[in-house]
């Protein structure tokens, strides 16, 4: 099943600011959201998870 998640769960989840995320969109290091309303966006929880385990593979890089 796949489950969307608002920006506060997104920002808890990966421990950045609503800045940082809308920077790294941009920049095209964090998936983007999708509009679930006139107003209201959420982020696929796939995509959240795979940015996650991306940047903790990254560091594993980092350090071996």
Known sequence: ???LLRRKTVEA??????STLYQM???GHFPKPV???GRAVAWLESD????I???L???EEASS
């Open 48 to 51: 959240i998870d795979e940015s």
């Open 25 to 27: 969109m941009q920049t």
């Open 1 to 3: 099943m796949t489950r």
């Open 53 to 55: 385990e991306a940047r």
């Open 35 to 37: 509009r679930i309303g």
């Open 57 to 59: 593979a990254e560091r």
């Open 13 to 18: 989840r990966t421990g950045l600011a609503r």
